[in-house]
């Protein structure tokens, strides 16, 4: 039920997009990078429910 009211998860296509324009817009090329990287995707996703776990886990493997 609480579901209904609950915003929307994006989707990998959505999260992956948002990760790569973030890491494009902070030139962000290492792991020390990841706060950088991590703000500029959550405003990006903004209007989404976001998992900071899942988030985090992407964004490490892309700077890895």
Known sequence: LIE???PALPSDEELD???AAAIAETGANN???MGL???AAQAK???KRID???LSE???GKLA
């Open 4 to 6: 209904a009211y609950l």
């Open 17 to 19: 997009a948002a990760i």
């Open 31 to 33: 792991a020390k990078q």
């Open 37 to 39: 990287v991590m703000k």
């Open 45 to 47: 996703l903004a209007g």
């Open 52 to 54: 900071g776990k899942v």
């Open 58 to 60: 992407r964004v490490k």
